[in-house]
């Protein structure tokens, strides 16, 4: 970024304003936040098993998703640009989302180590194999909240018709309660001159049951304290949908959330859940269910995040 050009969006800014952060992250932000990919960016998407894309439907709804493939399917044949060789499920959002121009955010996580990777863009190139994001932020995220586990590729993939509904079902329920991760994509489509600031997505982790389910179609999640970014709050100021994807590692079923979303800043139920900076809310409009659709499977070893033993769980309030 140039010396007097904010990463930020004026949201994201007020929400860093609010915490006493803003000055504080300033400079250093300049510096992370980049317009391209460094040597050691390229180089870790490269050996990836799989990305999380962030995408937003016609109807401005954004899309959480899962792109997977052999390592090297994710890579970056210039500083300015990362190819994915890999297609979406074609009743996954992601798919119809990819159009020229478009939006699209990709977050590159590698669950064995907790690295990952945030790139922001456009859709710069399509075809029969892939695609193309042309670059307009890059930035590395630590590794806080990322339980480690290791993932093995499958010898063959179902490739299901998407199961969709407006609400969960049991099964749906029960990915839900068991999940320990999530992933959250956002949007903000408010600029002066007219252009988006385009797509977000993110990463969210936490003990089993740490997603609250309210009813069939009600969530609600702790949200603890991280890198003061404010990305994705920032973003639900301005544009309260979110999409979410719940992924089975042991399985390897996607669940993925259309949903509107909300801030809960204060109040008993806040306080209820140790180490919560502020709950998320979720009302979900729409789900598609991918059974068996990932190529790889965990064993089910977990190694938790040090981070959660300053969490809790719900408590009545």
């Not at 936040?33 to 960016?41: C, E, F, G, M, S």
């Not at 669950?111 to 670059?135: C, E, F, P, Q, Y």
């Amino acid at each position: 970024m140039t010396s007097d050009a904010s990463p930020f969006h004026p949201a994201e800014l007020a929400l860093q304003e609010r915490v006493g952060r803003r000055k504080m992250l300033a400079t250093p932000a300049r510096r992370s936040i980049r317009d391209h990919l460094i040597p050691q960016h390229r180089e870790f998407f490269q050996q990836l098993p799989f990305v999380v894309a962030g995408s937003i439907d016609a109807a401005g709804q954004p899309w959480a998703s899962i792109v997977s493939g052999t390592p090297g399917f994710a890579h970056s044949p210039d500083h300015k640009h990362l190819r994915v060789d890999a297609t979406p499920h074609p009743d996954d959002p992601l798919a119809t989302n990819l159009a020229l121009g478009s939006p699209v955010a990709l977050l590159g996580i590698e669950l064995a180590t907790r690295r990952r990777n945030r790139l922001n863009g456009s859709v710069s190139a399509k075809d029969a194999s892939g695609w193309t994001v042309a670059v307009t932020q890059s930035y590395g995220n630590c590794p806080q909240y990322i339980q480690s586990r290791d993932l093995h590729f499958v010898d063959s993939v179902s490739s299901p018709r998407a199961v969709k509904s407006d609400r969960l079902s049991a099964a749906d329920k029960s990915l839900i309660t068991r999940a320990d991760t999530f992933f959250i994509a956002s949007s903000n489509p408010h600029r002066e001159d007219g252009e988006s600031y385009g797509a977000d997505v993110s990463h969210r982790g936490g003990r089993p049951g740490f997603v609250r389910i309210d009813n069939d179609s009600t969530l609600t999640v702790p949200d603890f304290i991280g890198n003061f970014f404010f990305n994705t709050i920032g973003n639900l100021q301005v544009n309260p949908r979110a999409g979410l994807l719940f992924a089975d590692f042991s399985t390897g079923d996607a669940l993925l959330l259309g949903t509107r979303a909300s801030v809960i800043w204060e109040g008993d139920e806040l306080r209820s859940f140790a180490g919560a900076q502020r709950l998320l809310r979720f009302e979900i409009e729409q789900t598609v269910r991918l059974n068996g659709v990932l190529p790889f499977r965990s064993d089910g070893s977990v190694h938790y995040a040090p981070e959660l033993a300053r969490t809790g769980a719900w408590d009545t309030y």
